[in-house]
């Protein structure tokens, strides 16, 4: 069974600060993925990485970074973290093939006090 | 690039009555739709995929149903539970070179069964 872990459950961290969520999967997936989910706007992809040391930018990518540098952990960086980054964070991976599903970690709800 | 919208972004139903949440993509091209429900708390998990070539797909209550000319799919629920009480997700995967596994999600359905 797919594992994705997310380092933390609850994060609180304040303004300015720069933050670090860390996604660690077990199943040897080429494609990783952060999402952001705020009630009413769904799954929006912040960044994904089909590679390691790649990656790509998604919907909306503003304010935030990410780096991969082993295949099998993917990190989101608030580079100066903002009241409005206040979120449910969600990390997924998924084999490069088509037809494949993404598999999701339990989320990290980060606030930003 | 691949849009998909989702509807109706609330549904309530009584419980053994049947559910249908309905979503349309923009990109042709898109060729798997998978279907996740996140219960409360909880992390989104696949319940049911479908790929272009097929029209329609069922597993026990669930089925999805595809048309590719009207570029829409459903989710179907029938005789519902109130287990089912969940929020779902559409998603489309559009065909992009050297990015298989990329999806793109609607805005969700929170679905409530009352016993």
């Known amino acids: 069974d797919v594992k994705v872990t997310q380092s933390s459950r609850y994060l609180v961290k304040r303004t300015g600060e720069k933050v670090f969520l860390e996604c660690v999967q077990d199943m040897d997936h080429e494609n990783m993925f952060w999402y952001r989910q705020d009630p009413g706007l769904g799954l929006r992809l912040i960044y994904f990485s089909y590679d390691v040391k790649m990656k790509e930018k998604g919907d909306i990518p503003e304010g935030y970074s990410v780096s991969r540098e082993k295949k099998e952990r993917f990190s989101l960086i608030l580079e100066s973290a903002s009241t409005n980054q206040t979120s449910m964070y969600l990390c997924a991976s998924s084999l490069e093939t088509d037809y494949q599903p993404q598999h999701f970690g339990d989320g990290t709800r980060l606030s930003i006090l | 690039g691949e849009n998909v919208e989702q509807h109706p972004s609330t549904l309530s139903v009584q419980e053994g009555d049947s559910a249908v949440i309905k979503c349309t993509y923009s990109?042709?091209?898109?060729?798997?739709f998978p279907w996740y429900k996140q219960e409360l708390g909880k992390r989104p998990q696949l319940i049911i995929d479908?790929?272009?070539?097929?029209g329609e797909k069922k597993d026990q209550r669930i089925a999805v149903t595809l048309n590719k000319t009207a570029k829409h799919f459903s989710l179907h629920i029938t005789e519902t539970q109130p287990e089912d009480s969940a929020v779902y997700f559409c998603a489309a995967s559009p065909l992009i070179y050297n990015q298989g596994g990329k999806l793109i999600f609607g805005q969700g359905t929170e679905l409530s069964v009352k016993p």
């Open positions: 479908i790929r272009s070539n097929v």
């Open positions: 990109d042709s091209a898109s060729n798997y």
